[in-house]
């Protein structure tokens, strides 16, 4: 079985990217630590928390949690996938809807054309849609950023630095 996150309030943009990895990843922006807790076990959820006090009350209580270290997001990554994933990469057909969380679905380019800018349309032949949202994603210029970005993470991982 593949692992399920939940981010707590402190981690959302650790979550987009999680989501983009792939990841489910529950993200909940206002909820006490009894909520999460719950929350995390009644779903089969690891959280992953930056909040110390949080992460040993998940320990103490058996459920799975990973306290999430560093300042940038590569850091992050490396910190909330150690031990959960060997690999990390940046494969539309894998990914969720950044704020949706759900798995993506190929979308026709024909189906998408008044959905995107003409000069999107023009340069790219392979589009994804969130079925929840109706948001459309495209393998941009920034994917290429974000594979870098990726990279050193999963070096990081690899290397055992990601709890700076």
Known sequence: MEVRF???????????????LGFDTVYISSADDQQLLNTALAEGRVLLTADEQLWETAAKRGIAAVLVKGRTITEM??????????????????SRCAV????????????VKDSVPASVYE???LFWRCETCGRIYWAGSHVAR?????ARATKSLSEGTGNA
């Open 6 to 20: 939940l981010a707590d309030s402190m981690l959302g943009s650790l979550a987009k990217w999680l989501r983009i």
């Open 77 to 94: 990554l490396a910190s909330a996938l150690r031990g959960y994933a060997t690999e990390m990469r940046v494969r539309p057909d894998r």
């Open 100 to 111: 949706c969380n759900v798995q993506l679905t190929r979308a026709s380019r024909e189906s």
């Open 123 to 125: 340069r790219h032949r």
């Open 146 to 150: 974000m594979r870098r970005m990726v």
